[in-house]
């Protein structure tokens, strides 16, 4: 996004041939990959004239001035159909755009359509029933999963149908896809980017962010959709920083604390393997690494599935009790456990929450950031219901979500980015984790990290 931000304001390519490549990517590629459910060809080519026309006359352009993009279809478009992945949904046409939308478009980028996603967001894997699932274009014969629930988002990125998107993050969700196939997603702090006009599935613990393949383009991305928000009350009023200032490449003195215990210590031997030899390149850069255990973190499976379930539930309560039918089988089963969360198993969830941030942010303020693997396992095969990890064998769906389910009960902002490939050729993905509201730090560590190799260059052959 950042380089074609540039091209386009020194005019090096038109913003209607930008957009008209990657159409013509998304005709050819996405029938056997199924990132987009909306493709908006024509308003996108009629924006893209637009853009052009307001380059020429020499009106003032920011840096993403004429460059495509596309969301996870549960953010509103106006006039545009917003289905949440769902059957339910099928024919919702919003008459507003969420603010993330109408952020990214004041800043001259151009929607291209709407992305898969697992329905209503409510699931790691990024399967659909509704609108076909999503294939990893890093092994789409063998029909591996993208990861959830932003799925569409992860594969569009990766195999080139679009530069950039917006994910949303309850459990995972920004960088589960990310880590499984490749690219860089970042999950802001708990009330940096609004959620207005986006399908919630737990009030409590979503989050939006950006996706892209670097992080200097979700640094970009961030500029431009984070801030108050008075349509979204749980936005913080905290000014916005110059994101792009902070990638200086320099990590001497950071501060950096590997996360050992329930995260790098059972992730998978590949995956082990690339995230210590990150942490080790880190340090050779100049960064102070150490190791660090979380004793809370134990407890968040069962907490977070508690809150996730009945906030989840609360909200689809009239739907599921007119149109439960509609819901995918996998869906509809996890709503329906909301009803068995009483009032007693809410709280104590939430208390436990706040024991593990309180650790989290003890720990962080002896650090800087703090490393872990995105996901434990690199993209299983669709389908697949158990692996193994360091500790013994696992659910797939537990394994998905367990390096990174800890940093939406806490908030604090975590990017998930490529550090390496395992054997069979599958993306191995490392996280990030910062402090409340310091996502600055954050893309700084994985800025520097990206400039010292090259994994997040490297491209599916199926792309």
């Not at 892209?212 to 984070?226: E, K």
């Not at 990150?278 to 499976?301: C, I, M, S, W, Y």
Request: glycine share 10%; net charge neutral; with cysteine.
């Amino acid at each position: 996004m950042a380089d074609l931000g540039r091209m386009i304001a020194t005019k090096q390519v038109s913003p209607v041939e930008v957009v008209r490549v990657h159409l013509d990517r998304i005709a050819a590629l996405d029938p056997k990959l199924r990132a987009f459910i909306t493709v908006c060809a024509d308003a996108a080519l009629e924006s893209g004239r637009a853009a052009e026309a307001d380059l020429m006359a020499g009106k003032a352009v920011g840096p993403l001035h004429g460059v495509p993009w596309a969301p996870k279809d549960l953010y509103s478009t106006k006039g545009i159909r917003t289905t949440g992945g769902s059957k339910i949904l099928a024919d919702s046409v919003p008459s507003d755009d969420a603010t993330v939308v109408a952020r990214l478009a004041r800043a001259g980028a151009i929607l291209l359509g709407k992305l898969n996603m697992h329905e209503f967001a409510y699931g790691p894997e990024g399967v659909n029933a509704h609108y076909g699932d999503t294939r990893n274009p890093w092994s789409a014969e063998a029909h591996r999963i993208a990861g959830g629930s932003s799925s569409g988002s992860g594969v569009a990125v990766a195999a080139g149908l679009a530069p950039g998107s917006l994910g949303s993050d309850t459990g995972g969700s920004i960088r589960i896809p990310a880590s499984l196939c490749g690219i860089t997603g970042l999950k802001p702090t708990y009330g940096r980017v609004s959620r207005a006009g986006g399908l919630p599935l737990a009030w409590s613990m979503d989050h939006v962010g950006p996706m892209a393949r670097s992080a200097r383009d979700c640094a970009l991305m961030l500029g431009a959709i984070a801030g108050y928000d008075p349509a979204d009350p749980t936005t913080s009023v905290l000014p916005v920083p110059d994101y792009g200032a902070a990638l200086t490449g320099d990590v001497r003195g950071l501060r950096v604390g590997l996360l050992r215990a329930h995260f790098t210590d059972v992730a998978a031997a590949d995956v082990r393997a690339a995230v210590e030899a990150a942490a080790k390149r880190l340090e050779q850069a100049g960064a102070v690494v150490d190791e660090v255990n979380l004793t809370q973190v134990t407890h968040v499976a069962t907490a977070s599935a508690a809150i996730v379930a009945s906030e989840a539930l609360a909200y689809h309560a009239p739907w599921m009790r007119s149109r439960p039918q509609d819901y995918q089988p996998d869906v509809r089963e996890r709503l329906r456990v909301g009803a068995f969360v009483n009032g007693a198993h809410y709280v104590r969830s939430q208390q436990i929450r706040a024991f593990l941030t309180r650790e989290i942010d003890e720990v962080l303020a002896r650090r800087d950031v703090l490393l872990a693997p995105a996901t434990p396992l690199a993209a299983p095969v669709l389908g697949e219901r158990e692996t193994m990890l360091g500790d013994g064998p696992s659910d797939v769906r537990a394994a998905l979500l367990r390096c990174t389910r800890p940093f939406n009960f806490s908030g604090h902002p975590a990017c998930a980015a490529p550090c390496g490939f395992t054997a069979g050729g599958l993306p191995i993905g490392l996280q990030v984790v910062g402090r409340p509201f310091d996502e600055a730090t954050v893309l700084r560590v994985v800025d520097a990290y990206q400039r010292l190799t090259d994994w997040h260059t490297r491209r599916p052959a199926a792309a």
